[in-house]
């Protein structure tokens, strides 16, 4: 029969890892809320980008259609001008001017077509950076709602948990309470089982009489190496 104390020790050994795995999802959740405001900034930082691209494409091109504007007004005061010249010389300076004039509308014109081109595709994008965004949301919402339920979860199983281990805290030998405690605090876990003349914690081969020992789990044996308590797990008997 296994020694009373060693098997309150192992169940309180399980709750103790119930405690800290629940402390540590616990401590995790604000850095997993966190993760949401980021995925969801930097969806919003696309479609920031995506509509200042179209701004910026709209702006250009209105300042092209007014610089167009004053270019035609231009020219047609350079032709007007053109029928009252009297020499050949201002004939032909008049003549240079209209034909800059008329690149200059062409360089507006060729601004302002590639701009109604753009804008197309630049608005399909910016609709679909805010349907994406739309989606994440969405999406982030529904997570938030699931890891606010863990959270719950874990905050009633680590309840369940400190309950129970304190109960059964009392029903454990003074010494053999210390002595968990004490392992616990250098090595993280106080338990380990032995298997295979092996401390299956630090990995490191058992005295074939110390093992022998422990395989009976009457007593309270240390590993010589880890210092952790020993117990034995005996294999199932076959039907």
Do not use: W
Request: with cysteine; net charge negative.
């Amino acid at each position: 029969m296994m020694h009373p104390d060693l098997e309150r020790l192992i169940r309180l050994q399980d709750l103790d890892t119930t405690v800290q795995h629940a402390r540590r999802q616990i401590a995790e959740s604000p850095g997993r809320q966190a993760a949401f405001e980021v995925r969801l900034a930097e969806q919003a930082s696309h479609v920031t980008l995506a509509k200042s691209a179209l701004t910026e494409n709209q702006t250009t091109r209105r300042a092209s259609e007014k610089d167009l504007a004053a270019v035609q007004t231009r020219l047609s005061n350079y032709k007007n001008q053109l029928m009252s010249v009297k020499t050949n010389r201002e004939y032909q300076a008049m003549q240079t001017e209209i034909a800059a004039a008329e690149h200059e509308v062409q360089q507006f014109e060729d601004v302002i077509l590639a701009c109604m081109l753009e804008a197309d595709e630049l608005q399909r994008a910016a609709s679909a950076a805010e349907a994406t965004l739309e989606a994440e949301e969405a999406a982030v919402e529904v997570e938030r709602a699931e890891l606010d339920r863990e959270r719950q979860a874990l905050e009633r199983e680590l309840d369940r948990a400190m309950a129970e281990r304190q109960a059964l805290a009392t029903a454990i030998g003074p010494q053999a309470l210390a002595l968990f405690d004490h392992v616990a605090r250098g090595r993280g876990t106080a338990m380990s089982q032995a298997k295979d003349g092996l401390c299956t914690a630090c990995h490191v081969r058992l005295r074939p009489q110390v093992y022998n020992e422990v395989v009976k789990n009457t007593a309270l044996i240390q590993c010589e190496n880890c210092q952790r308590i020993l117990y034995f797990v005996p294999a199932a008997t076959a039907p």
